[in-house]
């Protein structure tokens, strides 16, 4: 097992906030003020510190420690379920220690800090604006996107300032839609994120040389009385481009390449739901290291956005398997890194943590099975799709549902009473209960208080079938929204010593714009 070099120190006093942020003599504040333009250029030139030519930003939307710490955890146990196989022979205790975790590439990068992510409005905040402050070193409220709290002040980001001062490449990419929250805040400006139309507009605006992954969304406007934004990108000058055939061929930019098979809210698929024939996160960064490449370099951010909507949903499963495609596009930059090592910084982060995820639970006291997550098949929202719609149509018998539910989460009505994933009396009524809001509209009989804790705004029954997996797993949730715990920095590569730490996500930005002295 490879451990992870360096311990996050997690220190919550309050001083921390105001002292001097490694690498920067500048005071950075929790209020989220930034070193000035000046004072920026100065101390680079007095530390001396190098300008990496290229530069990856990946932003794991909603992961935090729990996020990335379980998908470490479900590899260990993995393996060690592995051992075990080979070696029936040992005692139920398997008579030896844990191995414990196999951690992320990421993890064993040589520097890690933390990041605290609350906004102007919110110590659980949402992606607009920790996105808004990663891009531009500035605190606003939730759901607006790189302006101030009264939306008459635009922020520049730091891929337009090291697009237009440094003539760098930029390439924005996203497991979902390119003009999402999160994406958004690299190019956008807008009041409120739901703004896709303008925000669409602005990525076209942006001349930024490559855009991957999800749909646009309202590509026609709210009233789908607007002019299509991919005809407009065609006219701007960007060749669209919505198959891998395509895709494989693209060399240049301006470039948006479209996944071309969209699943739930015209986003990439879960990387659960994802097969060997379609293309990966991993595989759109190395499209866009291809395009982006040049003698100035470049600055790619990429967004695993779907880790947050696993989260919402409560699916630990989808949430494991799209951290680890995150990390599989990471390996990306680190392989490219290895031919530039004295030119490239890797940074990985999150935006906010979604979900209070767990690892640990109450029904399996000390005890963790993560193993058992190996036996979803499917997202919540495949299964929904592809499963529950039809339930509903034909009036599935409850009894007809279980078969699938075995074949699909492994979670079983009756067998040994040794296997985890046999539903105790209790659990199966919880199921049946759901089975019958879902597909038969039947009142629950719950409190409305408690039918939400229950199902939140999702499908019943999904929802209760990840639940039930998960606690049996022994791991949890404690919301369908956002948290408040900080996030982790990870750094490789030329500066990374500068993201050590316990610092306010503003100064993610503040650090990026003193080692590449933009203004």
Request: overall charge negative.
């Amino acid at each position: 097992m490879r451990n992870a070099k360096k311990t996050v120190s997690i220190l919550l006093a309050s001083a921390m906030l105001s002292a001097t942020l490694a690498g920067c003599s500048a005071e950075q504040t929790a209020s989220g003020s930034e070193l000035s333009a000046a004072s920026a250029t100065t101390l680079a030139a007095e530390q001396g510190i190098k300008a990496p030519k290229y530069v990856f930003l990946f932003i794991g939307d909603g992961m935090s420690y729990p996020q990335f710490q379980s998908a470490a955890d479900y590899l260990g146990a993995l393996a060690d379920d592995d051992y075990m196989q080979a070696v029936p022979s040992l005692d139920d205790n398997g008579g030896a220690t844990l191995d414990g975790p196999v951690a992320l590439n990421f993890m064993d990068f040589d520097t890690v800090g933390s990041a605290i992510t609350y906004d102007s409005n919110s110590f659980a905040p949402d992606s607009a604006s920790t996105a808004t402050s990663i891009s531009t070193g500035h605190k606003t409220y939730s759901g607006s996107i790189n302006v101030d709290e009264t939306a008459t002040i635009e922020y520049e980001t730091i891929t337009e300032k090291v697009h237009d001062q440094l003539g760098m490449k930029v390439g924005v990419i996203s497991s979902v839609n390119l003009n999402h929250a999160t994406p958004a805040a690299f190019y956008a400006h807008q009041a409120s994120r739901n703004d896709y139309y303008d925000i669409g507009l602005e990525l076209i605006d942006s001349g930024f040389e490559y855009f991957a992954g999800g749909g646009l969304k309202k590509t026609t406007g709210k009233e789908g009385d607007k002019e299509n934004l991919y005809t407009l990108a065609e006219q701007a000058g960007y060749t669209v481009v919505d198959t891998q055939a395509e895709a494989e061929k693209v060399s240049e930019g301006p470039v948006i390449i479209i996944d071309e098979h969209l699943a739930d809210a015209n986003a990439m698929a879960y990387e659960l739901d994802r097969t060997e024939d379609m293309w990966a996160l991993a595989d759109y960064v190395a499209k866009g290291i291809e395009v982006l490449d040049n003698d100035k370099g470049f600055f790619l951010m990429c967004e695993g956005g779907k880790i947050d909507w696993a989260c919402h949903a409560n699916d630990a499963a989808s949430s494991i398997h799209d951290t680890l495609a995150l990390a599989d596009a990471v390996q990306v930059a680190i392989d490219f890194a290895k031919d530039h090592a004295d030119e490239t910084l890797i940074l990985v982060t999150g935006d906010h943590e979604t979900g209070g995820l767990s690892i640990g639970f109450a029904g399996t006291d000390y005890d963790t099975y993560l193993s058992l997550l190996e036996s979803q098949k499917i997202s919540f929202a495949k299964f929904d799709s592809d499963y529950v719609a039809a339930y509903k149509e034909n009036k599935t018998p409850f009894e007809d549902v279980l078969k699938d539910v075995e074949a699909l989460f492994g979670l079983k009505a009756a067998g040994d009473a040794d296997d985890k994933l046999v539903l105790t009396d209790y659990e199966l009524g919880l199921l049946r209960t759901a089975y019958e809001k879902s597909i038969n509209e039947k009142d629950t009989g719950l409190a409305e208080q408690a039918e939400y804790v229950a199902y939140g705004t999702y499908e019943p029954l999904s929802v209760t079938l990840t639940h039930l997996l998960n606690n049996k797993a022994g791991v949890d949730f404690t919301s369908y929204s956002h948290t408040g715990l900080p996030v982790a920095v990870f750094a490789d590569g030329v500066n990374a010593e500068q993201f050590d730490g316990y610092y306010d996500n503003t100064a993610i930005f503040t650090k990026l714009a003193t080692m590449l002295d933009v203004k």
